[in-house]
């Protein structure tokens, strides 16, 4: 029987919500976000703000099928053009940042379909250029970094419903390879199944992680399966219950595991976070529209969360495995979190004005203290 840990869900037909029993912070809030560096943009539902890197802050704006791609840096105050893109037509969440570069992945129009293309912006050189592209059916493609290589989940999908899913490793050298799992790892602790397939897949820097699905007669199995980075299998996690229980969907916009913990969330909104040993699982948090904030520096042993629509944001130690709130409503409910961003102990938190008055959106660069 699952442990609930921290709070209680109750599962609703729209997802879960939550009764928080949880440790508050008593530090203050809003001094410290009073305190931090801001600026201001006028308010735009088409600009995505991407990452962070030390102080510069990177970010998309949309006309049309064109985007364009800024840095402002906070350090100095200046914005940057970096690039434009035109034929733009998706952009997926994931990202990951090796040394002074980011790679994301950006789907773009391309005769009757569309082709992706790997981008890598440089922030030592402020330069954003294209290193791979491919014409495969996966789109909003998963991409993750191992040991200096970048891996991405690709995959085709034919006519007759059948599909090749395979990881594809960019190598330091600029060499592609294409490697198939053999993720028979969770049919060895079941029945033989008619379909697989890989979801998705992140890494800790000490293991590549995948979430995957086996589909029987009659139902559907969910693990999460862990490998080296040799790519041999070490254990597969059978969270199938979490699905059911929790009412999430195969339907994944992202997922994220590291050490004993992984938090997933779906296309309908629901997200839950879970930590797992020999014991079981136990459901940490369990929320609608919670975001899970990646942060490509290792020099913090904090993983942030936040809700979007709130001002709250959640830390979770991972060393000593406790979890608190802190809010940031620094002008009396007026005001909530669009997005946050990290790196290393510093935040980029962007907030919206609910005052129809207010053409703004607050960005705030703070240190996010003890």
Known sequence: MKKILLWICIILFTGCSSEPIISSST???????????????????LRTYIDIFESKL???????????????????????KIASISDFALKGRSKIIVDDTLYFYISTYYGDGMKNVLYAMDFSKMKME????????????????????????QGDFFPDGSRNIFLEVIKESGQIEQVTLNSNAASSFTDVYTEHNII??????????????????????????????????????????????????DNIGVFYAFDNYFCITDYSGNSILCEYSVDGI???????????????????KYEIFYVR?????????????????????????????????????MLIIVKNSLLETDLDEKIYFLSYEE
């Open 27 to 45: 530090d203050n809030q809003a001094n410290s976000i009073t305190q931090a560096q801001t600026v201001s943009f006028e308010k735009s539902g």
């Open 58 to 80: 990177f970010y998309m704006e949309m006309e049309n099928t064109n985007a364009d791609f800024y840095v402002y840096d906070f350090q100095t105050g200046f914005k940057h």
């Open 130 to 153: 294209p290193i791979s592209e491919n014409k495969y059916s996966q789109k909003l493609i998963p991409v993750i970094e191992m040991n200096k290589q970048i891996v991405a989940l």
């Open 200 to 249: 998705y897949i992140d890494s800790d820097n000490e293991y590549l992680y995948t979430l995957e699905k086996n589909v029987h007669a009659s139902s559907a199995e969910y693990y999460i399966v862990k490998y080296t980075f040799n790519f041999s299998t070490v254990e597969a996690i059978d969270i199938s219950s979490i699905f059911i229980d929790y009412a999430i969907t």
């Open 282 to 300: 136990d459901v940490l948090l369990c929320e609608n529209d919670l975001e899970y904030v990646p942060n490509s520096s290792n020099n913090t």
């Open 309 to 345: 629509n709130t001002n709250n944001i959640y830390r979770l130690d991972t060393q000593k495995g406790t979890l608190d709130i802190r809010n940031y409503d620094t002008e009396n409910g007026q005001s909530v979190i669009r997005c946050v961003l990290a790196y290393g102990n």
